[in-house]
């Protein structure tokens, strides 16, 4: 996929970008307001307002979640599902990234899930989202399933997916990753 925002702390020295990230950045849950950027988010990401997972069909633009900001403007989303006791983060998109957008709503929709008694964050994303897969492992996510070649199936309810991904890489394979949570200290 294309960088879509240049990286605010990309010029700056090391753990620049971090400090500059906790004193400027703010998340907020995802607002009536938001949503209609929500779904165009999703279109340009994902080739449609919707999104399949297994056999079933999100619509973001509906779904609880999380908006980071920096002054007044969006720089990342992160939407999720909860079904009984395991939650899906059904998409992430960081504006600017690889400057802990990503990580601060991820951190919120874990924190959300465990307050719903979850054990369990999955996430499905494809073959060519290397900075995905790089961010997730990275975060206490494993790979639980590869499905080789769905993405030849999804094409037909949604041909919009593009069939050149990130970094020029042909969009085949669909990866799923799980993180067990652990419950919270109780009080
Ligand atoms: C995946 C994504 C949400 C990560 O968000 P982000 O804001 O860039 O992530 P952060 O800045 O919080 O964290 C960066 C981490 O990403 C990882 N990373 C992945 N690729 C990287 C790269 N090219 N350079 C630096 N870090 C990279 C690093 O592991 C880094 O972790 P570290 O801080 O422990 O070193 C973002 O890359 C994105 O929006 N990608 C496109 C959409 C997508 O693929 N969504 C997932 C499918 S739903």
Request: with cysteine; glycine share 10%.
């Amino acid at each position: 996929m294309e960088n879509k925002g240049k990286a605010l702390g990309s010029e700056l020295p090391a753990g620049f970008g971090r400090l500059f990230r906790d004193i400027s950045m703010q998340v907020k849950d995802l607002s009536d307001d938001d949503r209609v950027w929500v779904k165009e988010r999703t279109e340009l990401l994902f080739g449609g307002d919707f999104v399949l997972s297994r056999s079933e069909v999100h619509d973001p633009h509906k779904l609880p979640g999380f908006i980071a900001t920096e002054g007044r403007e969006r720089i990342g989303l992160i939407t999720y599902s909860i079904v009984g006791d395991t939650c899906e983060v059904v998409t992430v998109d960081a504006l600017c990234q690889f400057i802990g957008v990503g990580t601060m709503l991820l951190e919120k929709v874990e924190q959300a899930a465990r307050e719903e008694g979850c054990t369990k964050l999955w996430t499905i994303t494809t073959n060519d989202r290397l900075d995905a897969q790089r961010f997730f492992q990275k975060r206490g996510f494993f790979i639980s399933d590869i499905r080789l070649g769905t993405m030849t199936k999804i094409r037909l309810l949604k041909p919009s997916v593009p069939r050149i991904g990130d970094y020029g890489i042909p969009v085949r394979d669909e990866l799923e990753f799980e993180k067990v949570l652990a419950p919270l200290p109780s009080s």
